[in-house]
């Protein structure tokens, strides 16, 4: 049990004083480790963020080189398979052509033949030239569908359009039976110069035009022939007659350097994902571990102070208000109101410590 220290005097109120001192400035001295434990704490968690986004970007960065180059190498292959598919193209659509020509040739010299033949008849003949066009026949003897649609707009044309664009032209307004005279005098006119083109071509010419109408028949078929051979040699898949073995043995060996090139892409992939990853990552920890160690060794250093401080501290509050507060009172065991009593002591040397304390709580003197 503790001794009664109310009775002692300026002596143990020094030593008390001295003990509080100590433990106040210990206390000091645990904010200023519990700081730079947290200083140092943080100091660590920012230098593994810095080396975990290091380790980070840096995988990223070597991963897309990786990518890139592989995606450079597969630009170049398909580049050359598109050129060379190009060229394949190209040739391929002479030889078609050349195809087309050759199994076309004898239509294409038999309607030269008709059209020289027919040309030689007219000529014979003294037949006019015009009835030996595409024109003479749309109109006066009309087949298929194209032409009755060609009569139908050239027959607009002149029997309505005429009449239309020469009352746009006229002083307004028109009257009804001037409309009406412009129309009927468009198709006398116009149904005359038919009329009389028909007749002519029936009664004088009308060997000659049966002839030249037959001759257009026989090219029309032969024109049908050529187009549905034409039609029959683009649309054949058969292409070994052609010539395109080098086209195909070039576009063949950029498909296998393209399976190739993606087989290594996976595999250099794998490798680093699987080992050079881990390589990168151990590279840069290592170029940063003198400096982690270094701060998990000064906070080891500070944690290990701090535990003994804070046990110390622990100690003596402890011991403080067993032996005095106990006695003194919590208030009267502070630094500052103990520096106050040793001031009163100075001047009452032999007074106890209970006497000192009723000084200290007597009221100031207004004198």
């Known amino acids: ?185 468009c198709i006398l006119v116009f149904g005359g110069i038919y009329l009389l083109i028909f007749r002519t071509a029936g009664t004088k010419y009308r060997d000659t035009v049966a002839a030249g109408n037959n001759a257009r028949n026989r090219i029309r078929n032969n024109k049908k022939v050529i187009a549905k051979i034409s039609r029959n040699i683009r649309k054949d898949k058969d292409d070994t007659h052609y010539g395109l073995e080098n086209y195909n043995a070039q576009l063949e060996d950029v498909r296998v350097q393209l399976e190739d090139l993606s087989l290594k892409r996976k595999d250099a992939l794998r490798v680093f994902d699987d080992s050079t990853k881990q390589t990168v990552a151990d590279e840069i920890k290592g170029n940063s571990q003198a400096e982690v160690d270094g701060y998990k060794k000064r906070l080891a250093e500070l944690t290990t102070e701090l535990s003994g401080v804070r046990a110390y501290i622990k100690q003596r509050k402890i011991y403080i208000a067993e032996n005095y507060e106990v006695f003194l009172g919590k208030e009267i065991v502070e630094a500052e109101t103990l520096t106050s009593l040793l001031k009163i002591s100075e001047k009452n040397p032999t007074a106890t410590i209970s006497e000192l304390i009723e000084l200290y709580k007597q009221p100031i003197s207004e004198n």
């Open 1 to 185: 049990m503790a001794n009664n220290i109310l009775t002692e005097g300026r002596d143990t109120l020094r030593k008390i004083y001295e003990e509080v001192k100590e433990l106040g400035q210990t206390e000091l001295r645990e904010k200023e480790l519990v700081a730079a434990e947290d200083n140092t704490e943080k100091a660590l968690e920012e230098k593994e963020k810095s080396v975990a986004k290091e380790i980070a970007d840096t995988i990223k960065k070597r991963r897309e080189e990786i990518v890139k180059t592989f995606d450079m190498e597969e630009d170049k292959l398909n580049a050359i398979a598109k050129k060379t598919s190009q060229k394949r193209e190209k040739y391929r659509d002479g030889k078609v052509s050349e195809r087309i020509q050759e199994e076309t040739a004898d239509f294409i010299e038999e309607n030269k033949q008709i059209k020289a033949e027919t040309r030689k008849l007219y000529k014979q003949s003294k037949t006019p030239s015009f009835f030996n066009t595409g024109l003479y026949y749309t109109l006066f003897m009309p087949k298929s569908f194209l032409d009755f649609l060609w009569c139908f707009l050239i027959f607009g044309v002149l029997f309505a359009g005429v009449p239309a664009l020469i009352l746009y032209f006229m002083d307004k307004p028109v009257r009804t039976y001037t409309i009406g005279l412009i129309y009927v005098v």
